[in-house]
């Protein structure tokens, strides 16, 4: 399988660091790096706490930061840090992967495992609105693949829920623009025009929810009802 670069832009305390390390430390898949994209200068307890090299992190980690536009007011939080960090990967492929989203320790085996440059994969979810209309909150029912065509109109993809080749990323960055991730995965396809295949079991945690006592590793569409882009 692939070399994978993970990028995290970030502006997290050390609290949201050790979590977010924890996960990507108890990776069943270990071929990748992981960068993090400081998106300012640091906090000297963040600062000390990414170069403390007893911490138990995973060994390919890096730490980087960069200066903040102070005329700059975002509306894509995470765009410069994300293209600064596809800048100085080395993996095949990467993985934009958000400080405040959980990972399951399979989340990079799923995502890489078998992965080539016409094809993008995407982490299948449920969504909250369907699974809600089945009556049964706390049953989880995952997108059927008839929404394949209509991908990503049908299948919510957060920012960490796809992987695509790393020089895909460096001549379609990320821009400042409202939906980002939608924007940005929308030219990949228009662009490249890869098969998508969507993969099944639910590896990252993107809306934090818990539905009856058990965690849901799922995300809610807010905004894909564009018409569809990949076939």
Same mark, same amino acid.
């Given at each position: 399988?692939?070399?994978?670069?993970?990028?995290?832009? /970030?502006?997290?305390?050390?609290?949201?660091?050790?979590?977010?390390?924890? #996960?990507?430390?108890?990776? /069943?898949?270990?071929?990748?790096?992981?960068i993090?994209?400081?998106?300012?200068?640091?906090?000297?307890?963040?600062?000390?706490?990414?170069?403390?090299?007893?911490?138990t992190?995973?060994?390919?980690?890096?730490?980087?930061w960069?200066?903040?536009?102070? +005329?700059?007011?975002?509306?894509?939080?995470?765009?410069?840090?994300?293209?600064? +960090? /596809?800048?100085?990967?080395?993996?095949?492929?990467?993985?934009?992967?958000?400080?405040?989203?959980?990972?399951? #320790?399979?989340?990079?085996?799923?995502?890489?495992?078998?992965?080539? #440059?016409?094809?993008i994969?995407?982490?299948? $979810?449920?969504?909250?609105?369907?699974?809600?209309?089945?009556?049964?909150?706390?049953? &989880?029912?995952?997108?059927?693949?008839?929404?394949?065509?209509?991908?990503? $109109?049908?299948?919510?993809? +957060?920012t960490?829920?796809?992987?695509?080749?790393?020089?895909?990323?460096?001549?379609?960055?990320?821009?400042?623009?409202?939906?980002?991730?939608?924007?940005?995965?929308?030219?990949?396809?228009?662009?490249?025009?890869?098969?998508?295949?969507?993969?099944?079991?639910?590896?990252? #945690?993107?809306?934090?929810? &818990?539905? +009856?006592?058990?965690?849901?590793?799922?995300?809610?569409?807010?905004?894909?009802?564009?018409?569809?882009?990949?076939?």
């Amino acid at each position: 399988m692939p070399k994978v670069s993970v990028i995290t832009p /970030t502006v997290g305390r050390v609290k949201t660091l050790k979590t977010l390390l924890n #996960d990507f430390r108890n990776q /069943t898949y270990k071929d990748f790096e992981h960068i993090l994209v400081y998106d300012g200068r640091p906090p000297e307890d963040v600062m000390l706490f990414m170069h403390d090299r007893s911490s138990t992190f995973h060994p390919a980690t890096k730490f980087v930061w960069i200066e903040k536009d102070p +005329g700059n007011m975002s509306i894509a939080p995470g765009t410069r840090p994300r293209n600064h +960090g /596809t800048i100085i990967a080395t993996g095949e492929y990467v993985i934009y992967a958000d400080d405040d989203d959980r990972y399951k #320790d399979t989340f990079l085996e799923v995502l890489a495992s078998g992965v080539k #440059d016409d094809v993008i994969h995407v982490v299948q $979810m449920s969504c909250t609105e369907y699974r809600q209309s089945l009556g049964d909150p706390t049953r &989880v029912k995952l997108i059927p693949e008839v929404g394949l065509p209509q991908f990503p $109109m049908v299948c919510h993809i +957060g920012t960490p829920c796809f992987i695509v080749p790393r020089k895909w990323a460096l001549e379609e960055p990320w821009r400042e623009e409202p939906n980002h991730d939608f924007q940005f995965i929308k030219r990949i396809c228009e662009r490249y025009h890869p098969r998508i295949r969507i993969i099944p079991g639910m590896q990252v #945690d993107v809306d934090g929810k &818990v539905i +009856g006592n058990m965690k849901d590793w799922v995300s809610q569409p807010p905004f894909y009802r564009e018409e569809a882009l990949c076939t």
